[in-house]
């Protein structure tokens, strides 16, 4: 038989993140049976309803977030290993603490949606079917990379995901495009198309949700507002800082983004709007990067330590979901230990793959400019004599 | 036409011409366009028919193939190139836009990588200044950087160069800009036959390819012939052609500049100078460059038009390789470049009359040309 248990909210402490529940279980842990309660400021509406605050999830579901979430900082802090160890050139901005929006939304979704989003994607080309060697061997710049090696660390892309995009606002356009093509062959599915608080000032950001708007596109746009462009912080460069709100005719929704339930909550209310026909909406997802903008920033002198350690300790998106997971008693913590492990087993595993994996044939310089057995039949390299002729 | 007129034409007064030219460059361009040497065939088309019959047969034959820009719709195109198509096709398929280059390009580009194949109208070439990054950096590198992932079977068009009187920020040429990105097909129609084959070739193109049209050129009438008048009519992307055949230089122009070479070229026949070879580029890239250097080792000159700005342009280029190629051998003079002048254009009409090449300087960078020996 179930139980039921409330508690009242007011008990809960400000700092807490594990909000009270009502927790009943069935048999199957693969039906939707276990019902967490989130906690009341986990969103903020604008021109819309907020969505429930009843999770209704799988115990599969969130073991796999769980799993999810463990793999992807363990496969961003190899990354950033890899990069010390000048295995990984150029850029290479981690998704450290960002954990929660890139899982929350992907158990919302299916894979006929499709995301998009910038240049902090590998969590997301992760979430997004891509195998973790093949995300390392791209950062790599080896053969076995996602892109062939091709195109590093902003440039990562699997059928339903579209990168992986370098100029800053230019994939919320895209993304737009993206849903407009879902509308125009009839799928009834959405885009996500993500971006953050440095690029919501775009001129760009604001043409995409017009368009959406006037077209009623099955766009949702998602604000992953880390608190800092680069360098500066919002309320540096934001004459607004109510991302949520600034898309002015499309309703739209704060969610706290540290808490994967959450994420994935909004994200289903989400893609039921926009599938609806209700056209689009705009999330803004409150989250955290640990680490600087880029492998090139420590991160701390617009910043206080203070701050960064703060949320480390009291808003961790895998910390939150342990703390559920333990208490509603979902898993065992050795089983949760288990995870752990094996995670770690399995991306050192991936980073040996990736290492293996050789560079590119040179050959590979000159494919993929143009479509294959489309293009022009020569391409000129450094000087006459390096001519290459398909 | 008066039999007066005709005459004014025929004859070697540039005073007469030029005239001509200044108080209507449109019927000075009609005039030159009946006296060129186009396919043969009964049928004239204009330009800009020639282009909406493009339009209309692709997006017949492919579904995936639909047309957004400003006014496209419901205003029939701004120069009435769309004319008819949202009538035909109804409004899931022709897309007016809001006045937002940089959003709507990109949201074309985005829908060709999820498997659309969008016609993206820029109103002029120079708006899609707005737009350029997302023509370079996101259709132009795509499939490159994605490791062959991800496709953009795009086509963008729209008028470029020169028009009449509009000034600087309207009258510039991106021939050369687009030309030098990898990635990207750039073509640049003359005539009404060029326009359609070459925008079908563009629309069927899996990559993504830009189309140069001429404001200019949109009202002038062409003869098509019966293979041009099918809906199956395509022109390969990449292959100049050979307007009219001759021994003792190659003038090589593309879009407009076209009809003012084989002007020069006639005129210079005429007056017993020299039998110029005139080579349409049709293609900007991939240049066709196997062309213009087996020209050039039959008659051992050459001389480029286009209206675009002289530095880093396409004559630059077209110089530049034939220097490094066997056809450097073959030239008895330097290669010479006929451009638009490097000012912003001006809007006063005698002062644009310098902004732009025509027949006269052609003829005359073509004699002086002639009258070069190397060693002399």
């Known amino acids: ?390 | 036409m008066s039999p007066m007129l005709k005459k004014a034409i025929t004859v070697s007064i540039p005073s007469v011409r030029q005239a001509l030219a200044r108080s209507n460059p449109v019927l000075a361009n009609a005039l030159l366009a009946k006296r060129t040497y186009n396919s043969k065939g009964g049928v004239e088309m204009t330009v800009r028919d020639a282009l909406n019959s493009a339009l209309e047969e692709e997006m017949t034959a492919d579904e995936k193939v639909y047309l957004l820009g400003e006014e496209v719709g419901q205003y029939n195109g701004a120069y009435k190139v769309s004319k008819g198509l949202l009538d035909k096709f109804g409004p899931k398929r022709v897309i007016d836009t809001p006045i937002t280059e940089s959003g709507f390009c990109g949201l074309a580009v985005g829908s060709a990588f999820a498997g659309l194949k969008p016609v993206c109208e820029f109103m002029t070439w120079n708006f899609a200044m707005q737009a350029i990054d997302q023509i370079v950096n996101s259709a132009a590198k795509t499939h490159y950087m994605s490791g062959g992932n991800v496709n953009c079977p795009i086509t963008f068009r729209g008028p470029n160069g020169a028009a009449a009187g509009v000034a600087a920020q309207h009258s510039q040429c991106f021939a050369a800009w687009y030309g030098s990105v990898p990635g990207l097909k750039v073509v640049s129609p003359w005539n009404s036959e060029d326009a359609k084959g070459l925008l079908k070739a563009a629309i069927r193109d899996p990559n993504p390819v830009v189309v140069l049209e001429n404001e200019l050129m949109y009202g002038i009438s062409f003869p098509m012939s019966e293979a041009a008048l099918s809906k199956d009519f395509v022109i390969e992307i990449g292959k100049a052609k050979i307007e009219k055949e001759g021994t003792d230089v190659t003038i090589v122009a593309h879009s407009r500049s076209v009809g003012f070479a084989l002007e020069a070229a006639m005129l210079l026949e005429k007056e017993g100078i020299c039998s110029a070879e005139v080579i349409n580029l049709r293609s900007i890239r991939p240049l066709d460059t196997e062309t213009i250097i087996k020209s050039v080792k039959k008659t051992n000159r050459l001389v480029t038009v286009e209206g675009g700005w002289p530095q880093y342009g396409v004559g630059s280029e077209i110089c530049a390789q034939i220097m490094e190629s066997e056809a450097f051998d073959h030239l008895d003079a330097p290669v010479v470049r006929v451009t638009g002048a490097d000012v912003p254009t001006p809007y006063a009409q005698n002062l644009e009359a310098f902004a732009f090449p025509d027949t006269d300087v052609i003829a005359r960078v073509v004699k002086r040309t002639l009258n070069k020996k190397i060693g002399a």
């Open chain 1, 1 to 390: 038989m179930f139980s039921t248990q409330k508690i009242s909210l007011a008990k809960v402490a400000a700092k807490a993140f594990i909000t009270p529940l009502t927790v009943r279980t069935f048999a199957s842990s693969a039906a939707r049976n276990v019902s967490i309660n989130l906690h009341k400021g986990s969103f903020e509406s604008y021109n819309c309803d907020a969505p429930s605050l009843d999770v209704e999830i799988s115990k599969d579901e969130l073991v796999r977030m769980y799993k999810s979430m463990v793999t992807m900082r363990r496969m961003e802090m190899a990354s950033d290993g890899l990069y010390k160890a000048k295995l990984i050139r150029g850029f290479c901005h981690l998704c450290t603490g960002q954990e929660a929006v890139a899982v929350g939304m992907e158990t919302a979704l299916t894979a006929e949606d499709n995301i998009i989003t910038a240049y902090r994607c590998h969590g997301f080309t992760y979430m997004r079917g891509a195998s973790i060697t093949s995300i390392l061997a791209e950062l790599l710049g080896r053969k076995a990379g996602i892109s062939g090696g091709k195109g590093g660390s902003m440039h990562m892309f699997t059928p339903n995901f579209f990168g992986g995009n370098g100029i800053v606002g230019a994939q919320v356009p895209l993304g737009a495009g993206i849903a407009f093509a879902q509308k125009y062959k009839g799928h009834k599915a959405a885009t996500f198309s993500l971006y953050g608080d440095g690029a919501s000032n775009q001129g760009q950001v604001f043409e995409a949700y017009n368009m959406a708007k006037l077209w009623e596109l099955p766009a949702v746009f998602v604000c992953e507002n880390n608190r800092y462009g680069m360098g500066t912080a919002a309320n540096r460069s934001s004459a607004n800082t109510s991302y949520f709100k600034r898309g002015d005719y499309i309703p739209g929704l704060r969610v706290n983004g540290m808490d994967v339930l959450a994420v994935h909550q909004a994200v289903a209310y989400a893609k039921e709007w926009t599938v609806s026909g209700k056209g689009p909406l705009l999330l803004e997802m409150e989250t955290y990067r640990y680490g600087g903008h880029s492998m090139s920033d420590p991160g701390t002198t617009y910043r206080t330590r203070e701050e960064i350690q703060h949320m480390r300790s009291n808003n961790d998106p895998i910390t939150g979901l342990k703390q559920r997971l333990l208490e509603f008693n979902i898993i065992t913590e050795d089983e949760m230990k288990a995870i752990d492990k094996a995670a770690r087993v399995e991306v050192d595993q991936a980073v040996e793959e990736a290492k293996a994996s050789g560079e590119p044939d040179i050959s590979e310089f000159w494919t993929q400019i143009y479509q294959k057995g489309s293009g022009v039949p020569t391409a000129r390299g450094r000087e006459p004599e390096e001519f290459h002729h398909y």
